[in-house]
């Protein structure tokens, strides 16, 4: 009797062991499981890129790839796409576009005491003697980075001058010129650029007005059209 009372204590006793054996074991292995993931596995980090890191500059493609590929397990590849796109979702660029404004002679109109005012309508040009101005209108906060005119010359004695100019109560200053002294005479339309650089480069209107003036010092000479090119 006593043997099978000590029989009946071991199996109550193992089953009640391996119930808390499984008890414990449905506890703690989700815990186990994580840990073991966890182990050997990179962190998880978030690359999202802010639209002022961008436009700032702070963080670059080749920046962020790199540190990309050591800490997660995006390729470099894909990490230069993601970052490619984001770029072109928020509309946001690194350079500005190179633009033109093309001033047509017609725009230009004689100033004071300008003289013989000569414009040919049927090619678009200015003829004859005087000064002759149109106003300019820029983007503010545009850089100019080029200036010329398409002039023609065909007087060894006379010549043509074309300006870009900006104005203030403080006074005038001139930005770009080009001019038709020192070149042969021709009777083709040719075109003069600017090469001394542009003074007062940046665009401003809270500040300053500006305007192109045209100089013209007598019979054949003349002026076709005045390029602007900016940023």
């Known amino acids: ?22 008890l414990v074991l449905m506890v703690a292995m989700p815990a186990v499981a994580l840990m073991a993931n966890s182990v050997g596995s990179p962190e ?13 500059k702070a963080v670059t493609t ?6 990309a590929v050591k800490r997660g397990k995006i390729g470099k590849r894909a990490i230069r796409t993601e970052h490619i796109n984001y770029i072109s979702d928020s509309k946001i660029r690194y350079s500005r576009k190179t ?24 090619v678009g040009q200015i003829e004859g003697q005087g000064t002759f101005s149109a106003p300019v ?9 080029g200036f010329k005119a398409e002039l023609r010359d065909i007087s060894a004695g006379q010549f043509t001058d074309v300006d870009l100019r900006r104005w203030s109560t403080t006074g005038a200053d001139t ?20 090469t001394n650089g542009i ?15 045209g100089y013209l010092s007598g019979g054949g000479v003349g002026i076709g059209r005045i390029i602007i090119t900016y940023r």
């Open 137 to 145: 209108y820029l983007p503010d906060r545009a850089v100019v980075i």
């Open 175 to 194: 930005m770009a010129a080009v001019t038709t002294i020192g070149s042969p005479s021709s009777f083709s339309w040719r075109t003069f650029k600017d």
């Open 199 to 213: 003074s007062f480069s940046t665009i401003n209107n809270t500040t300053h007005a500006y305007y192109a003036v």
């Open 99 to 122: 633009r033109v404004l093309s001033i047509s002679a017609a725009a230009l109109n004689p100033t004071v005491g300008g003289g013989v005012y000569s414009y040919n309508k049927n």
């Open 1 to 22: 009797m006593t043997g099978k009372i000590f029989k009946r204590f071991i199996v109550k006793g193992t089953m009640a062991y391996v119930a808390v054996f499984a």
């Open 44 to 56: 998880i980090i978030d690359h999202s890129i802010r639209s002022a890191d961008i436009r700032n």
């Open 62 to 67: 080749d920046r962020i790839a790199p540190r």
